[in-house]
């Protein structure tokens, strides 16, 4: 197996990443995850790998999620950062980031933990590394991804409409240097995990996107989710 990750992007992501990134490390970044898939199981699946780029274009993109990684377990990773398909139990992280959501904006917990309807909203679920072995937390920092996601945040630097960067966690608050225009937002927070969750919980990051947006005249996002319980 082997491809080209910029390949794989589609092309209005492609042609405005492919300038910041170094084609040398970009081609042993492809080398190593075509590698990876071949030879084991990795997550999320190849076909899902670049879903939120598919989802969120960048003319369309006015929040930016961070993670850190996919979810290494079976059946969760889809390519959207803390997102998992519908029918898959919501992971301890997610979970809190709903329970944040209906403390925040009064959402009603969702019976589903699938995020597609905010990528399609204009919020980019990204994670810092694309990939994960099966079973294996942060088995692919470090092999390059790093680059190319800072490439995207670069992206979104360079839109002269606001864009609010949401940065969860030591890993994602890293990337705050690459956030240099002043007209753009930043909103940090712990990491949503219940080992960090008191500080995550009552930072009201919903709220605090839209009014960020809502002061430079832009429309607020619609954080509803579908299947929510009554």
């Not at 199981?41 to 993109?61: G, I, K, N, Q």
């Not at 839109?159 to 956030?179: E, M, N, S, T």
């Not at 002061?215 to 607020?220: F, T």
Request: proline share 7%; charged share 25%.
């Amino acid at each position: 197996m082997s491809f080209d990750l910029l390949e794989l992007l589609p092309d209005e992501w492609r042609e405005r990443i492919e300038p910041l990134v170094d084609p040398d490390a970009m081609r042993r970044l492809s080398e190593f995850v075509a590698a990876e898939y071949a030879k084991g199981t990795v997550y999320p699946p190849l076909p899902d790998l670049f879903s939120a780029f598919r989802l969120c274009s960048p003319e369309d993109t006015r929040v930016l999620i961070l993670g850190q990684d996919p979810y290494h377990g079976p059946g969760q990773a889809h390519g959207l950062s803390f997102s998992v398909r519908e029918g898959v139990r919501i992971p301890p992280s997610l979970r809190n980031i709903l329970k944040e959501l209906q403390d925040d904006l009064g959402i009603p917990m969702p019976t589903s933990g699938d995020l597609t309807s905010w990528a399609r909203r204009g919020v980019l679920l990204l994670n810092a590394v694309l990939t994960v072995r099966a079973g294996k937390a942060g088995s692919h920092a470090n092999k390059g991804w790093e680059q190319f996601t800072d490439a995207v945040i670069r992206v979104l630097d360079a839109k002269d409409d606001r864009v609010v960067f949401v940065l969860w966690g030591a890993y994602a608050r890293k990337k705050r240097h690459l956030i240099t225009r002043p007209h753009h937002v930043v909103i940090e927070a712990a990491h949503p995990s219940p080992m960090n969750s008191r500080g995550f919980r009552g930072t009201r990051p919903f709220s605090a996107v839209n009014q960020a947006l809502a002061d430079a005249g832009e429309a607020e996002i619609d954080w509803s989710l579908d299947n929510t319980t009554s």
